[in-house]
């Protein structure tokens, strides 16, 4: 196991939730463990509770705000305005950020847009401490987070805050959130100025950082660093030509559903969904054919995956770095993925799995159809899975690669007495 031999760092690992309410949360939870376990100081700052126990069981130093996120505040007004400035958010994270010494102090912020607000840049900002933020989607490049017209259900390719970006409704519930959003946006960009906040950012995949271009401070270092996932060996899949093909993850527009339920029915497949969400009447009415398992356990989801012929992951928005295609290569299931998102960033196409192009519900059948064939299942299982555990994206392999980046940040030495790696991604 790496260590990392240098001076102890404190690291304030900033978030709108103190609990794993989705892969955001859980990277930051995952990486506060990881840099307990390799003799670093991290304190988890969070608005919203309640704290994940496994923090405290560890001694990680946590503060909560214990504030309702956006979304279940009972007061809308009340939403709207923290959604824009959280004052108690700004006034906390000041009151920390004064009591922690400098030159061995980073501020790492893994989302704000639910809950923390673009409030935060004020007091770090003051701190003078070193500032680095994780691009787990896009909310500081755009309104939605997305890039993405929830309404028209294609990528979006405005330029933000234009004339034509206000203009245009594409938020998934009105187009009264997406004037608010415009508004929160304007007071990121000009008021707070949240993105020059930052000296360092990470991106976690090479599509990610393909979308983004140089929309980022021109001061910003980039890093290339992959989420980290924990995976058990089961060795290799002892009956890859079996299994069906499934779909994991919430039931919502963008992560394509109702494409991967029309491309199995074009292909006489039945689909299979492991998951649920505000789509699921419409998927039962148009599509009775397909099995849906609704919300799984953790252990029954690996299951699935593991039993699975393939995994089709047919997202039609630019998610940054899917974990669900990481966790079906570790036990050996192939997948099938759209070439609109950075899920095939990690999938050869044609080795470990099959690319198809989005929102293509007949490349996406044909590339099914690939897969029922035996020979090619049992190839692309093995490959998925020597492809994983080769080099796994281990949560030791996460903790060292950010703290290279929080090393060049704070000038702190490594053993052999250089500058930790500053290389840009």
Not at 87 to 108: C, F, I, K, Q, Y
Request: some cysteine; overall charge neutral; glycine content about 8%.
């Amino acid at each position: 196991m790496w260590q990392d031999p240098g001076v102890p760092l404190t690291t304030v690992i900033a978030l709108d939730h103190g609990f794993i309410s989705g892969g955001q949360s859980r990277v930051a939870i995952d990486s506060a463990l990881g840099l307990k376990r390799h003799g670093q100081h991290p304190i988890v700052f969070a608005a919203s509770g309640p704290v994940d126990p496994v923090l405290q069981e560890h001694g990680i130093e946590v503060v909560c705000l214990d504030q309702p996120d956006l979304i279940h505040n009972p007061s809308k007004l009340a939403a709207a305005r923290q959604g824009i400035w959280n004052t108690s958010a700004a006034e906390a994270l000041g009151d920390l950020l004064s009591t922690l010494p400098r030159g061995r102090t980073v501020v790492h912020v893994h989302g704000w847009a639910k809950a923390l607000s673009p409030s935060i840049a004020g007091p770090i900002a003051t701190s003078g401490l070193p500032a680095v933020y994780t691009m787990h989607e896009f909310f500081m490049l755009c309104p939605n987070g997305g890039f993405y017209n929830y309404r028209t259900q294609h990528p979006c390719h405005l330029t933000p805050l234009s004339g034509a970006c206000w203009a245009t409704d594409c938020d998934s519930r009105s187009y009264t959130r997406k004037l608010w959003r415009n508004m929160r946006q304007t007071v990121l960009k000009y008021g707070a100025k949240l993105p020059e906040v930052f000296d360092d950012y990470i991106l976690i995949s090479e599509f990610q950082k393909s979308i983004i271009g140089d929309t980022l401070p021109a001061k910003a270092r980039l890093h290339l660093v992959s989420n980290p996932i924990s995976a058990v060996d089961l060795g290799p899949k002892p009956d890859a030509a079996r299994g069906d093909f499934i779909f994991v993850g919430r039931l919502s527009p963008e992560k394509g559903p109702l494409l991967f339920a029309e491309a199995a029915r074009r292909q006489g497949i039945r689909p299979v969904f492991v998951g649920d969400g505000p789509m699921r009447a419409e998927l039962i009415a148009r599509y009775p054919e397909a099995e849906i398992r609704g919300w799984q356990g953790q252990a029954a989801v690996a299951e699935a995956m593991r039993s699975a012929r393939a995994l089709v992951f047919p997202s039609l928005w630019y998610e940054g770095q899917p974990l669900t295609v990481l966790e079906a290569k570790a036990l050996g299931t192939p997948v099938i993925v759209s070439d609109g998102c950075a899920g095939r960033d990690s999938i050869e196409d044609g080795v470990n799995g099959v690319w198809f192009r989005c929102a293509d519900a007949d490349d996406l059948g044909t590339a099914m159809a690939r897969l029922a064939h035996d020979g090619t299942a049992v190839r692309m299982s093995a490959a998925a899975y020597q492809s994983f555990w080769s080099d796994p994206p281990t949560i030791d392999r996460h903790v060292r690669d950010i703290m290279r980046i929080y090393r060049a940040a704070t000038g702190t030495r490594d053993a052999v007495g250089s500058l930790a790696d500053t290389r840009a991604a």
